[in-house]
């Protein structure tokens, strides 16, 4: 029998290290490395903990019930398009890739979830200088999870970069403001 193994890092909620053997139809699960993965046990004792290598162990096969895989966990599908791909999946997902396609707000939305990842790298890190935040904006054309968007929406990373950039003096001007033991004066930060 073919078995994928996959060491993911800090899934559960005791952030133990868990090793997902993918078997039978899951084998062909198509997983990149560093790729965000969820993995969502309806009954929370599916797994077997090895104490040798202090590790939580989950097999995946063909008889395994109550498990999800999402391979994609930022891209949100409403419930209406899930329910209609029980009856035709490639229409369902043609029709998808189409229409975020056509509109600009697919466009927004990525802008938007990057911009939200550097803020909130800022915020754990403490630092909203210019050069930090910049550099954090640097390493995102870089990242699998975004990489793919970009693609699908036809966006280079320049393109991206330049409009993110765009938003970078703001973000230091909060962390200037709001991010410090006393508030700082008044700072004018232009939303």
């Known amino acids: 029998v073919d078995v994928k193994k996959l060491e993911l ?4 909620t005791h952030g133990n290290d868990v090793v997902c053997n993918l078997m039978d139809d899951w ?16 009954q929370p004792r599916m797994y077997l903990f090895t104490p040798l290598t202090d590790k939580f162990v989950i097999l995946l096969d063909r008889t395994t019930d109550g498990v999800f895989v999402i391979t994609h966990p930022d891209v949100l599908i409403s419930g209406t398009v899930v329910a209609g791909s029980f009856f035709c ?11 975020s396609k056509e509109t600009e707000l697919a466009k927004l939305a990525l802008i938007g979830t990057i911009l939200h990842e550097i803020f909130q790298q800022a915020m754990v890190s403490n630092k909203f200088d210019l050069s930090a935040l910049e550099e954090a904006s640097r390493k995102i ?3 699998i999870n975004f990489l793919e968007m970009f693609s699908l929406l036809e966006l280079t990373a320049a393109d991206v970069l330049e409009n993110i950039n765009k938003h970078l003096p703001n973000f230091s001007k909060f962390g200037e403001k709001f991010m410090r033991q006393q ?3 008044k700072v004018d930060i232009p939303w």
């Open 9 to 12: 890092k800090s899934i559960d």
């Open 27 to 42: 084998f062909d699960t198509e997983i990149l490395l560093e790729e965000r993965l969820n993995i969502i046990l309806l």
């Open 89 to 99: 999946e490639r229409k369902t997902i043609l029709q998808e890739m189409i229409r």
């Open 141 to 143: 054309p870089t990242d």
């Open 183 to 185: 508030p700082n004066g």
